[in-house]
């Protein structure tokens, strides 16, 4: 069964447009109350959680009506992580769970991101089992059987305490200095306190949220706010998430940018000298750098690529039985704590690293040379297919020639936007730019 509403992190697009409207946000809502109540049976909950954008009311007002017309309970948690979602719907024993957020994109976007009742992300095939409910008609509960509705106050701080469980018992932050950036994003709460209760000098930055400013110059795709802030300040690190806080990046102290593969490195080394690291497999997907394969092969450790987004990641994870993975882009994903990604998490792993070590962030945020990579994006409508034209195919093929042995090429579309990313990495930067740019003019002469 195929999808079309769902992307490869749920549904999303921009307010108030389709798909991100009011009406199909209700249409959502009672087609996976409808899906998670197939049984027939009462006492059925889902937990809502939600950034700081400003369409998040509208959608979640939207979501709450339509789970209720079907029979759901309805925990509304306000803003709180995305990870923090998972963990709530697994730890209040919903059947459902429910993060609005379009991660780490500008504020007129949002998007609906569905947790089954273990805590992790929807499988493809019930995301497109919940798309055919839509399509079809939605049976509603009936009248003694529509579900209520309330406020859970301590959500975010039920989540707080889990997250500073993952922090080496005995271990304190006392004496770093630690910017932290949360985009004015949904963990502009949560994660300064955590860092504050154990034990840093916390210079938060973009913890003031208007309801359009998220991610907006701050945060992990932003990070040059916060590298001036760690520099301004003398701070020893910087701690950068996005939007919905499952993703991070880290700064040293001279502001220097750590990506998703640094840290995934750091941490699978520091795993497997432990013993902690099963498998001894880190997973991560086709867009990590070819350094960081050999990076982990020196060490005697194996990289399992997925396609990309987190979603794909866990599930290899699952499937394997290994507990660390991630993205370049900073989704972190711990299972010996977490179901999905969780920025904040992954920061306190860095800390640990930093405090147990006492050596400069400098030290630890490069663990290997990256391989050259370029990646560029093309914007497209949606009535073209440029992929399918014979034209771009033999540019790539011929790149793919090209780069044989010398690096690789991988074009894809975004899951999140109508964007073709056309990424290469090689040794040879100036082959590089020219193959890149090659595939990268032959699509923009079709769109």
């Not at 921009?14 to 199909?24: G, H, I, K, V």
């Not at 925990?75 to 979602?85: F, I």
């Not at 024993?93 to 609906?112: F, Q, T, Y």
């Not at 907006?216 to 040059?224: K, L, M, P, Y």
Request: with cysteine.
């Amino acid at each position: 069964m195929s999808r079309k509403l769902f992307g490869t992190d749920g549904v999303r697009g921009r307010a108030n447009s389709y798909p991100m409207t009011a009406e199909m946000a209700l249409r959502l809502g009672a087609a996976a109350g409808r899906y998670f109540r197939r049984d027939g049976s009462a006492a059925h909950r889902v937990v809502i959680g939600k950034d700081t954008r400003l369409s998040g009311y509208m959608l979640e007002n939207a979501l709450t009506a339509g789970l209720t017309s079907t029979g759901m309970n309805v925990l509304l948690l306000g803003p709180v992580p995305t990870p923090a979602v998972g963990f709530l719907t697994r730890s209040m024993r919903a059947d459902l769970g429910v993060m609005i957020s379009a991660s780490h994109n500008p504020h007129h976007d949002n998007g609906i991101k569905f947790f089954g009742p273990d805590g992790f992300k929807l499988s493809d095939e019930a995301e497109a089992e919940i798309e055919s409910i839509v399509a079809g008609e939605i049976l509603p509960a009936q009248p003694q059987n529509i579900g209520r509705a309330k406020r859970i106050d301590d959500g975010r701080g039920r989540y707080q305490e889990f997250v500073k469980t993952t922090f080496p018992a005995g271990l304190r932050l006392d004496g770093l200095k630690v910017v932290i950036d949360c985009a004015n994003g949904a963990a502009y709460k949560a994660a300064p306190e955590v860092l504050w209760e154990l034990g840093a000098d916390v210079i938060p930055i973009g913890v003031s949220p208007n309801g359009t400013n998220i991610n907006d110059r701050c945060g992990s795709t932003h990070t040059q706010t916060a590298a001036e802030a760690v520099v301004a300040h003398g701070a020893h690190v910087g701690i950068c998430l996005d939007g919905d806080a499952d993703r991070v990046m880290i700064l040293d102290q001279n502001g220097q940018v750590a990506d998703g593969d640094q840290i995934m490195a750091l941490l699978a080394a520091r795993w497997a000298e432990d013993g902690r690291l099963r498998g001894d497999t880190l997973v991560a997907t086709v867009m990590s750098n070819l350094g960081l394969e050999k990076f982990l092969t020196a060490r005697g450790l194996r990289l399992e690529r997925t396609a990309v987004g987190d979603r794909y990641v866990v599930e290899a994870m699952r499937r394997g039985g290994y507990n660390l993975g991630g993205e370049q882009s900073g989704h972190i994903v711990m299972t010996d704590h977490a179901t999905t990604g969780d920025g904040l998490m992954a920061g306190l792993q860095f800390l640990a690293e930093l405090a147990r070590t006492e050596r400069p962030a400098s030290d630890l945020v490069k663990s290997f040379e990256t391989v050259p990579q370029l990646l560029k994006n093309v914007r497209y409508g949606a009535d073209k297919q440029p992929l399918s034209a014979q034209s771009v195919q033999s540019r790539i093929a011929e790149a793919e020639a090209r780069l044989n042995g010398k690096g690789r090429v991988l074009i894809r579309k975004s899951g999140t936007e109508p964007l073709i990313r056309v990424m290469a990495e090689c040794e040879d930067e100036a082959l590089l730019r020219q193959e890149v740019d090659g595939m990268v003019a032959a699509i923009e002469a079709v769109v």
